[in-house]
């Protein structure tokens, strides 16, 4: 699994765009770069999961590095309810997760 | 039910003392996942599950930790002769797919082991 490098925290108002960075500089060609998100005192959720195109699906947009170096989550209109902390993972077959992003929503 | 149910959701046990966590996957769901996360850290690989078969022990911490599966569903985790460190909360998830990178993960609500 690559190491990811995110920043410990971010802020955003609701109903703004929000772009969570990821580095994950030593990915492998077959690692795909998955998001997940953790609401306090619950079970991670899946977002998005991609390996070389952009990704968009009903919940977020994932944008790919050319060199696959990096990515970036995009939350379109930030909610209230999308305040939760963001773990980016580049693995292959099973997932690991660093300490995430914790994103701040304020209404 | 339609999601990951994990039992108990709260365990509090005494130093040395055996545990045993369930994780109950979404039906039809081969793939098996046991994770650990600590307070304000990330998630911690564990153990793998294909079918009965595990075929990813790596994360395992040490040999008091075991878990096994029955049936291609109900699967536990036991620790043996609990420890102080071990205090954590115990997530387990399922997955359609025989590898994630294929499909998401559906994680359960966690059991919270405390360790006196």
């Known amino acids: 699994d690559a190491k990811t490098t995110q920043p410990n925290s971010m802020e955003s108002n609701e109903e703004e765009p929000v772009h969570l960075p990821c580095n994950h500089s030593?990915?492998?060609?077959?690692?795909?770069i998955h998001w997940y998100r953790q609401l306090p005192s619950q079970g991670p959720e899946y977002v998005i999961h991609?390996?070389?195109s952009n990704v968009n699906n009903r919940m977020a947009s994932l944008a790919i590095a050319e060199d696959r170096k990096s990515s970036t989550l995009i939350l379109h209109r930030a909610t209230l309810r999308d305040a939760a902390v963001y773990y980016c993972?580049?693995?292959?077959?099973?997932?690991?997760f660093g300490q995430g992003t914790i994103l701040t929503v304020h209404p | 039910g339609a999601g990951v149910s994990q039992s108990p959701s709260n365990k509090v046990t005494e130093k040395g003392k055996d545990v045993e966590l369930r994780c109950d996957p979404i039906s039809g769901h081969t793939a098996l996942y046991w994770y650990r996360q600590r307070l304000g850290q990330g998630l911690e690989f564990l153990i793998y599950?294909?079918?009965?078969?595990?075929?990813?022990k790596s994360g395992l911490p040490s040999d008091r930790f075991s878990a096994e599966r029955t049936g291609e569903s109900v699967s536990t985790l036991t620790i043996q002769r609990t420890q102080q460190e071990d205090s954590a909360v115990y997530l387990c998830?399922?997955?359609?797919?025989?590898?994630?990178?294929?499909?998401?993960?559906?994680f359960g609500e966690g059991s919270r082991l405390t360790v006196l």
């Open positions: 991609g390996l070389t």
């Open positions: 030593t990915i492998s060609g077959t690692d795909y």
């Open positions: 998830a399922s997955s359609f797919r025989p590898r994630v990178d294929t499909g998401e993960l559906f």
């Open positions: 993972t580049a693995s292959y077959g099973k997932l690991t």
């Open positions: 599950f294909q079918g009965n078969s595990a075929p990813d």
